[in-house]
């Protein structure tokens, strides 16, 4: 079991679809409350409304949970062991608690990279912006995690991860 966390434009989804095509890793549905974006179809994320999420949050049918700038995100209790998440700090930790042995990578890349890659993505002005400053009071690596540079090649920061 995987947990991969930075932030938005550090190479988190690209890297997880990696793993998925190339090593057999499972990826689990992403369940939000937020719009769908212009780029995104139905392969990534389920998008449901509020009261559904109120729903599951309250009969403790999420794994973790975390309200990021445009709405909740969760992951429900769907795993196996070839499992990979891609969350913040908060669900990297609340996963922790139920799965102490996953292994956590945090991918590094500047600044001035992630905002590049954003830009690919369409995005401008304030969306840019918030998506550049989101989370960022609550990032940090745990001591223990493994920390990637998210500049190289995906298939050698997947060797990397599972190998080491």
Not at 23 to 29: L, T
Not at 110 to 125: A, P, Q, T
Request: hydrophobic share 35%; net charge negative; with cysteine.
């Amino acid at each position: 079991m995987i947990i991969i966390t930075w932030k938005s434009g550090s190479g988190k989804s690209t890297l997880s679809s990696h793993l998925e095509e190339k090593y057999w890793y499972s990826i689990p549905f992403k369940v939000t409350t937020r719009g769908m974006r212009d780029w995104e179809d139905l392969s990534e994320y389920r998008f449901v409304s509020k009261e559904y999420f109120k729903f599951l949050k309250e009969n403790q049918l999420l794994l973790e949970d975390t309200t990021f700038n445009w709405g909740q995100y969760w992951t429900t209790w769907v795993y196996t062991e070839n499992t990979v998440f891609v969350v913040d700090d908060i669900g990297r930790d609340n996963i922790l608690k139920v799965f102490p042995m996953a292994k956590t990578v945090w991918i590094e890349v500047s600044e001035l990279e992630r905002r590049k890659r954003l830009f690919n993505r369409g995005l401008r002005g304030d969306s840019l912006e918030e998506r550049m400053d989101g989370g960022s009071e609550q990032m940090s690596p745990l001591e223990s995690c493994l920390r990637v540079d998210g500049t190289k090649d995906v298939d050698l920061i997947a060797k990397q991860i599972l190998w080491v």
